[in-house]
Each structure stands twice: as C-alpha cells, then as structure tokens.
C-alpha cells in the first residue's frame, strides 16, 4: 500500500511530523531554551504556515504534479528554526540568529520560487516575485516576533539593531533565492519540460 506514494511524500511528511513534536515538546517541556520565545504562538502559526500550500494545491486540484520540492523548501525554515530552539542554539551560539535568518531566507523563497517557475514567467518576474515574497515576509516575520515575544523581554533594549539585521539577511536571502529562481524560469522557458 505505502509502495505507490513517491519516497519524497514520506520525506515531506516526517519533516512536518518531526516539526510538530518538536514545537509540542517546545510549548510544553518548561524547559528555559523556551521561556519567552513565544513557543504557544508559534505551535498555531507554524503548522498553519506549512499547510498552506498542501491545502491551496488540494482546493484547487491541480493537474500537475504537487510540488514536493517547493513544499519540503517552505518547511525546511520552521524545522530548523525550532530546533534551533530546540538545542538552545540561539542562546548559546552567538551567530546562529544571523545564520538562519539568511539561510531560512533563501530557503523559504526558494521554495516560493521552485512555484514561481512553474508559471513560465521569465528571468525578470520570477526573481521580481520571490525578492518581494522575500521581503514582506521577513518584515510579517520582524513584526509577528515583536507582538509575541519580544516587546515583553530584555531583547526589547537591542531589538531595533537586531531586527535591523534580521531585515537585512533576509532580503539578502530572498535575493539569492530570486537569482537561483530567475535563473531555473529563464532555463525553463529556453528548454520546456515535457
């Protein structure tokens, strides 16, 4: 029965499956790696983050192939933000916050990009579309961290500097992620899939 779902369903689910335990345990351990990270809010929004795709591409019953890829892409982020939580990383590595902001970046438009393509747009507005999905999220990001944790912690006094920063690897992630995008929309339209 299992044999007819393609290996790559299975990866994309165990990372969501994983991602949830991980947010429950974090909501729920009282463990000081979580005090104060807003774990409540982020195990409502993460999970409705990553199923936004799975519902739009089931409500609109797609023809084409579900995009696993561009899925296990905008899931990746959350993953690894949480356990990065998970492993007290934020609080014990100093650039650990600097990394995943980039990295989540590129990847969270990455996957948005890996979508993108899929329209046949060229080089020009795909890379156009994923720096602005890009950007408003790591600003909806910015603004989401301050409303459920950060203006009610110590963070508040070097928060301006440090979501700042968090702006600015962000767009710098998305715009990696617009190059790498335009770049597979540009191949795509000189050399069509079948």
């Not at 947010?23 to 936004?52: C, D, H, N």
């Not at 928060?159 to 190059?179: E, H, K, N, P």
Request: aromatic share 14%; glycine share 8%.
């Amino acid at each position: 029965m299992f044999s007819r779902y393609p290996p790559i369903l299975w990866a994309d689910v165990l990372l969501k499956l994983i991602l949830v335990c991980l947010l429950v345990f974090g909501a729920f351990s009282g463990l000081q790696q979580f005090e104060g990270k807003g774990f409540f809010w982020r195990l409502v929004t993460y999970p409705a983050a990553i199923l936004v795709l799975p519902v739009v591409w089931r409500v609109w019953r797609r023809q084409s192939k579900y995009p696993f890829a561009a899925d296990i892409l905008i899931t990746l982020p959350f993953l690894i933000d949480t356990a990065g939580n998970s492993l007290d990383l934020y609080d014990t590595v100093e650039w650990w916050d600097d990394a995943n902001h980039l990295v989540n970046w590129v990847l969270l438009s990455g996957g948005f990009g890996a979508l993108v393509t899929r329209l046949g747009h060229g080089f020009w507005i795909s890379a156009a579309l994923v720096v602005g999905f890009g950007a408003t999220t790591a600003i909806i990001w910015e603004i989401a961290e301050y409303v459920a944790f950060i203006r009610v912690s110590p963070e508040l006094e070097t928060a301006y500097i440090d979501t700042l920063g968090d702006l600015t690897l962000g767009l710098l992630g998305s715009v990696v992620a617009s190059v790498i995008s335009g770049w597979a929309a540009r191949r795509l339209q000189s050399h069509p899939v079948p």
